[in-house]
T-cell receptor, first 114, second 110 residues
Framework: DVKVTQSSRYLVKRTGEKVFLECVQD?????MFWYRQDPGLGLRLIYF???????EKGDIPEGYSVSREKKERFSLILESASTNQTSMYLC?????????????FGPGTRLLVL | KNEVEQSPQNLTAQEGEFITINCSYS?????LHWLQQHPGGGIVSLFM???GKKKHGRLIATINIQEKHSSLHITASHPRDSAVYIC????????????FGTGTRLQVTL
């Protein structure tokens, strides 16, 4: 079974703090994704990575950066957290050549920025 | 207008009822996914469709490519079916990125 894990389930940070969210997958997937999920807006793509050190901006990259130094690990960084980044953050992974788009999701991190 | 629209946004049903959730999309797709998200956050894949119909237990998913429409049906609903159901499409020409609907929140009561 594919397993995608995220470093924290719940996180409380203060405005201006640097925040790291980490995602690890154990199925050698090339693709990894970071989403945020807000009520009424659904899942929105922040960043996508299709290989080590490769990244692509999603729909809402402003205020975020990412790092993928190893194939299994994809980090989301909030350089200076703001209250409007309070949200649920979900990581996912998929095979590059699968062709169906099936993604495997982590359990999510609920981030509160005070 | 969103590329993927779901209806209804919220749905309350009594145990045993037949439930239908709808998904319409406006782009060419190569696959459509139905996902389930329970309270607590984790998302699991229920179905991947490119044509026709699939069934798994009490869940049935159908897709009409010409009409750009898919439905998820739950027969004999149960309180444990309470969750958010999300429709997502893989656009034609996109290898990996999904476009998501905003979800349908289903609550099944006793």
């Amino acid at each position: 079974d594919v397993k995608v894990t995220q470093s924290s389930r719940y996180l409380v940070k203060r405005t201006g703090e640097k925040v790291f969210l980490e995602c690890v997958q154990d199925m050698d997937h090339e693709n990894m994704f970071w989403y945020r999920q807000d009520p009424g807006l659904g899942l929105r793509l922040i960043y996508f990575s299709y290989d080590v050190k490769m990244k692509e901006k999603g729909d809402i990259p402003e205020g975020y950066s990412v790092s993928r130094e190893k194939k299994e690990r994809f980090s989301l960084i909030l350089e200076s957290a703001s209250t409007n980044q309070t949200s649920m953050y979900l990581c996912a992974s998929s095979l590059w050549r699968q062709g169906t788009g099936t993604q495997y999701f982590g359990p999510g991190t609920r981030l509160l920025v005070l | 207008k969103n590329e993927v629209e779901q209806s209804p946004q919220n749905l309350t049903a009594q145990e045993g009822e037949f439930i239908t959730i709808n998904c319409s999309y406006s782009v060419g797709i190569s696959a459509l996914h139905w996902l389930q998200q329970h309270p607590g956050g984790g998302i699991v894949s229920l179905f991947m469709l490119s044509s026709g119909k699939k069934k798994h237990g009490r869940l049935i998913a159908t897709i009409n490519i010409q009409e750009k429409h898919s439905s998820l049906h739950i027969t004999a609903s149960h309180p444990r079916d309470s969750a958010v159901y999300i429709c997502a499409v893989l656009n034609t020409g996109t290898a990996s990125k999904l476009t998501f609907g905003t979800g349908t929140r289903l609550q099944v009561t006793l």
